[in-house]
């Protein structure tokens, strides 16, 4: 997982510390420390939103500093660990707790999974569903992508699989009204969480923004978590700014198909974007290929070899 990006950031520390003279530095140190850096962060889809603000607070914590050779390496290596923590630790919403509190209360908890097709959205309902059940809970999904081709066979592929309940509609209906009647269901059955999948068209196209924003608005949902395919490029910031305008703010995102991208610069692109928590990430195609994000290991893996 994420090879290059573990490799180029590593490498970075040393190759600045390297270059830290024991004379004050300067911006144009930095700037020069940063050239060759800049290039290879960005082919592991790190946007340039990201490398600037790392830039920044290199030149923050660093101008006017004399560092000593000895301890120029771990210095670095403290900023950038600072910065990405920065980026990636950020308060996780807690979906077992918000379940197990509004279940108290006797109500049912509604969760939207929101992203791009192909992103991952279904089956990492499916993990979630899965995950949630061995916890005790009863989901119960919603077939609210009632646009694409298929999208409503392949959820209830996965709740039989599970034994889940589903609850859906006819292709073209409203997604709103599926999701008002999964609840519904949900509370005359005495189930604790609803899973909305969602369609997923180009994040460009209005139509489609504007019938999350309906779901949203219709549902008020209790959580709005955005799935997005970790090898997207630099596309990922836009992509993860328009899901999160059109639903009025996300709660938290799970980056898909990270076992397979040696770049992974595309989670600092959308946490930084955002501001909002990684919850998980999809390590897999199988129910149990999913793992709860913790920036602090993260992190160290990708500062391991500087
Ligand atoms: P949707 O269109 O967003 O609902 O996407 P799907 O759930 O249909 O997933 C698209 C493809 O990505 C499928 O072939 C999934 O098996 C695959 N996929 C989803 N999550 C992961 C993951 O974490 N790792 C890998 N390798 N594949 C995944």
Redesign the pocket.
């Known amino acids: 997982m994420f090879g290059l990006l573990k490799k180029h950031l590593s490498g970075s520390v040393k190759k600045v510390a390297e270059k830290v003279l024991e004379k004050e530095i300067t911006e144009d140190d930095i700037n020069g420390f940063f050239a060759e850096l800049e290039i290879e962060l960005l082919q592991d889809n790190v946007a340039v939103e990201v490398i600037d603000f790392l830039k920044e607070q290199m030149k923050e914590d660093l101008v006017g500093k004399k560092l000593k050779r000895t301890s120029a390496n771990e210095e670095i290596k403290r900023i950038f660990r600072e910065t990405l923590m920065n980026i990636l630790d950020k308060e996780p919403v807690d979906i077992e707790g918000t379940i197990k509190e509004k279940r108290e209360r006797s109500e049912v908890t509604c969760i939207i999974f929101l ?12 993990k979630i569903a899965n995950m949630l059940k061995k916890d005790g809970f009863s989901p119960v999904l919603a077939a609210a ?1 009632t646009f ?1 081709a298929a ?1 409503i066979e ?1 959820l209830e592929h996965h709740a039989n699989k599970l034994g889940v309940d589903i609850i859906k509609h006819q292709y073209g209906a409203d997604p709103a009204a599926v999701v008002f009647d999964a609840v519904k269901f949900a509370k005359s059955k005495h189930k604790d969480v609803v899973l909305v ?1 969602t369609a ?1 068209r180009m994040h460009t196209d209005k139509n489609l923004m504007d019938e999350l924003s309906k779901i949203v608005r219709v549902n008020n949902p209790d959580l709005k978590i955005l ?1 997005i ?1 970790s090898l997207t490029g630099n596309d990922v910031v836009i992509q993860a700014e328009n899901y999160d305008k059109a639903v009025g703010g996300i709660d938290g995102m799970i980056l ?5 991208n040696e770049k992974g610069g595309s989670l600092l692109s959308a946490a930084y974007s955002t501001g909002k928590p990684i919850l998980f ?5 199988e129910y149990e ?2 793992e709860r994000f913790n920036a602090e290991k993260l992190v160290n893996e990708l500062l391991e070899s500087s």
């Open positions: 992203g791009f097709n192909g992103s991952g959205k279904t089956t990492t309902i499916a992508d694409r999208s392949q999948d997923g799935v395919d898909t198909k990270t076992e397979i990430l999809g390590t897999g195609q290929d999913i």
